[in-house]
């Protein structure tokens, strides 16, 4: 990295420490010598290169940046920021990386704003080699599958069921009461509370075809469905084993129920 | 076709932000739209706790308690959710309510810088927060602290009015700083008094207005004994203690880095989170919808309602309390004794000299509200109040030192440690409402139906409603004669009393 790249970094660095609370000299230091030092050897324009590392300061400010090989939770900035934008945006026209920065840095932002199980499901689906050339096709198509209403509505006939181990990712998790936060996304309240009468922890996971599951989550939120619905008694009469359940949900499209004594989910997702 | 109308806004929701990219290619970031102010304050309190006022002391603590203790009987608590420190919070709290503290403890325990971090972060210049700070001494006179006429005016002017008076800048910051007030003399501290409590000073018929601010007071004791005792109602008008702690050697290395780097915290604040005044009454307004649950209140009031009782202060109903006794120059220690029969272990009403007043209340209430926000909840909780009170009430409840529950080995500590004392009695409060409580239940459901208004109540529904009032009396003077039972008492005689004047008046009316 020349003198003058070093300089930028330099003056980027203090500005930071000076207006941002969250300042990480480290993270900085690991976006300077890793991916940006790496994006200033490829010859990208200079406009794009001062953009990259400006915007760059801004999220490590905003702790929007994750250590790669921390234990830090995955996100779509740390992504794109690390791995995505430095190795694809010398391989595209110059007018496309100015274009491609900043939705990166919007689809970023609004992703760190909304819940969390939304990032999870993007980050799942956008896999592990996104082109970032096609990120508004695969946006696109990422949104319609979470916000809108799935073609085929459930009914006890269609529904199959796929079976969730909610262990999975926290051994002592006992799954409790479900709400839906989307048309196709629940969350799954721990049985267990703490001191003040909440749930330990809540989990969210997918309805799709599999289920993913998509970790903790910090709140509920959405509404709670009635239980004791009858539609549950007709599925349980195709599946022996949905007896004894703790609690259900049902939308139109989707519905779930948690057991008395299981760790498993049960989904109930049209075929 | 109006799904896929939602969910394409959505995918443009997605993509549109603050970044756009010019001709030129660099990309340029807008500012950010609908600033959190709740998580602006979380940055404020946590850069404060790292970077700028080296405090390990994380008194105010949520979650499960688990104890570790060693044959000595001494013990460490250790709580499984997040912690605060109440020399940084409490300050922090007081800026976004507009309320004052007073920040006690020995010198050089960060009680002046605190104060100064606050005013900084309320947008105030380092130079501009010194020039204003306004420092207690012995020879302090009115004048040092609010200002003088001009003294041109003074020579030329034929009628007061004519006299312009140079108010002192501090009066009219958003943040005022008052340090070593206990070196203040007695009289400045009456002109103190006024600006405290009614918001304005005048001189010469001229007049400033405080506006909406927060007060930083500093003492270097506890006891109040600087060069001049604290008049009462000065100390009254302080809604909350911050107690300074000691530095803990343990972070020795953390000044060696502050020496080298030859700097101050002040002159590192992030900007990011200095408040504009408008961010500031915003947050204010926020704090204010933070909601109050009844149960919390019921449970307030239940514990300060009881301090101010006395069985022994008279003999008339009415005046069962211990400003009846402060009235007659006598002290709850002469008349707290064996005549008593309230059992001195589980009452109280004998470990206070006084009650509290009902800007007590007020604080608590505002402090619960600030919390409940700070923590990212849109109501107060029960351990909100318990944490917050033995700062509030600090400087407010003075201790029986002569009551017999000061007498066993375990308590007497309590006399030395007024955070401990009013915590313990807060728990012991707690546990006393489960029992009492389902006779408080019965009274505020009288309290409820009286509160709906009386109009288009008819005399045998007043009757029937007055019977119920004298029965409830009757079971509660069955029970013994507390301080809970007493507030009970009082209430459900005001309820009987205007119940009693509606029938009159109904009766007179024909």
Redesign the interface.
């Known amino acids: 990295m020349n003198e003058e790249w070093v300089a930028l970094g330099r003056r980027l660095s203090a500005e930071g420490?000076?207006?941002?609370?969250?300042?990480d000299e480290q993270m900085w230091q690991l976006v300077i010598e890793g991916p940006a030092s790496s994006l200033i050897a490829s010859n990208a324009?200079r406009?794009?290169l001062?953009?990259y590392l400006?915007?760059a300061a801004?999220a490590v400010?905003r702790g929007y940046l994750y250590p790669a090989a921390s234990m830090g939770r995955e996100s779509f900035f740390t992504r794109s920021w690390l791995e995505w934008l430095p190795a694809q945006l010398p391989s595209l026209a110059?007018?496309r990386?100015?274009?491609l920065?900043?939705?990166c840095?919007?689809?970023g932002?609004?992703?760190e704003r909304g819940p969390r199980w939304l990032e999870r499901i993007f980050l799942r689906l956008f896999g592990q080699d996104l082109s970032l050339d096609d990120?508004?096709p695969t946006?696109?198509r990422v949104?319609?599958l979470i916000?809108?209403?799935p073609v085929t509505r459930l009914t006890p006939e269609n529904g199959r069921v796929h079976w969730v181990h909610m262990g999975g990712e926290d051994a002592l998790f006992l799954p409790g009461r479900i709400i839906f936060l989307a048309p196709t996304v629940v969350s799954v309240a721990d049985r267990q509370t703490?001191?003040?009468g909440n749930p330990r922890t809540r989990h969210s996971v997918w309805l799709c075809d599999p289920p993913l599951l998509l970790g903790p989550i910090p709140d509920g939120g959405g509404d709670e469905s009635d239980s004791d619905d009858p539609f549950w008694d007709q599925v349980q009469k195709k599946d022996r084993k949905l007896t004894t359940r703790y609690h259900e949900a049902r939308n139109d499209f989707r519905a779930a129920c948690t057991f008395s004594t299981s760790q498993f989910l049960a989904a109930l997702i049209p075929e | 076709m109006a799904?896929?109308t939602?969910?394409a806004s959505?995918?443009l929701?997605?993509?549109?932000?603050?970044?756009?990219?010019?001709k030129?290619?660099?990309?340029h970031?807008s500012d950010r739209d609908g600033t959190n102010l709740h998580d602006k304050m979380r940055?404020?309190y946590?850069?404060i706790t790292n970077n700028a006022i080296i405090t390990p002391y994380y008194d105010i603590e949520y979650?499960?308690r688990s104890q570790h203790r060693n044959v000595a009987g001494d013990e460490i608590l250790l709580h499984?959710?997040m912690s605060y420190s109440s020399f940084i919070l409490i300050p922090m709290l007081t800026l976004f309510t507009c309320r004052r503290a007073l920040l006690i403890g020995g010198p050089g325990r960060g009680k002046t810088t605190s104060a100064i971090l606050m005013a900084m972060i309320a947008g105030m210049s380092k130079d501009g927060v010194r020039r204003s700070i306004l420092r207690g001494h012995p020879q302090l006179t009115v004048s040092d602290m609010l200002g003088a006429p001009l003294p041109s005016d003074m020579l030329k002017a034929e009628e007061a009015s004519q006299i312009k008076v140079s108010w002192r800048q501090w009066i009219t910051e958003r943040v005022k700083i008052i340090d070593e007030y206990n070196r203040i003399p007695t009289k400045t501290q009456s002109a103190l008094l006024s600006l405290m409590a009614e918001g304005f000073a005048e001189m010469l018929d001229q007049y400033v207005q405080t506006g909406r601010s927060s007060w930083f007071l500093t003492a270097n004791e506890d006891s109040g004994g600087g060069t001049f005792a604290v008049i009462e109602a000065l100390k009254d008008r302080i809604d909350v203690v911050v107690r300074a702690v000691p530095f803990n050697s343990n972070f020795a290395d953390a000044l060696v880095k502050r020496i080298e780097a030859d700097t101050s915290p002040e002159d590192?604040i992030?900007?990011?989170?200095i408040f504009t005044a408008e961010e500031l009454d915003a947050i204010y307004d926020e704090i204010l919808d933070v909601t109050m649950p009844r149960e919390c209140l019921d449970r307030l009031g239940y514990f300060l309602g009881q301090l101010d009782f006395c069985r022994q202060a008279s003999r008339r109903f009415e005046f069962m309390n211990k400003d009846t006794l402060r009235l007659a120059g006598h002290s709850v220690a002469s008349v707290c004794n064996e005549q008593c029969p309230l059992d001195k272990r589980v009452h109280l009403c004998t470990q206070t000299e006084n009650g509290v007043s009902a800007r007590s209340y007020l604080t608590a209430i505002h402090f619960a509200k600030a919390l409940a926000y700070f923590r990212g909840n849109r109501a107060v909780?029960l351990?909100d109040l318990r944490q917050l009170l033995p700062w509030i009430l600090h400087e407010k409840l003075l201790p029986n030192g002569r009551s017999a529950y000061f007498e066993k080995p375990e308590n007497a500590s309590l006399l030395h440690d007024r955070v401990a004392w009013i915590s313990t009695m807060w728990d012991t409060a707690m546990k006393q409402f489960e029992k009492h409580e389902p006779l408080r239940k019965k009274v505020v459901t009288l309290r409820d139906e009286i509160d709906k208004g009386l109009t288009g109540v008819d005399f045998k529904t007043g009757q029937k409603r007055i019977n119920k009032v004298s029965a409830l009396i009757g079971t509660l003077m069955k029970q013994e004669f507390s301080g809970p039972v007493y507030e009970d008492l009082v209430q459900l005689k005001a309820i009987h009393s205007r119940y009693q004047n509606y029938l009159q008046w109904l009766s007179q009316e024909g």
């Open positions: 420490s000076s207006r941002f609370p969250r300042w324009p406009a794009v001062e953009s400006t915007l801004e400010g110059a007018p990386q100015g274009e920065l900043a939705l840095w919007n689809l932002e609004n992703l990120l508004e946006t696109e949104s319609r916000f809108e209403p703490g001191l003040d | 799904s896929d939602k969910a959505r995918l929701d997605l993509l549109r932000g603050r970044a756009t990219v010019k030129d290619l660099t990309v970031l940055q404020a946590w850069w979650g499960v499984d959710s590192l992030p900007t990011e989170i909780e351990e």
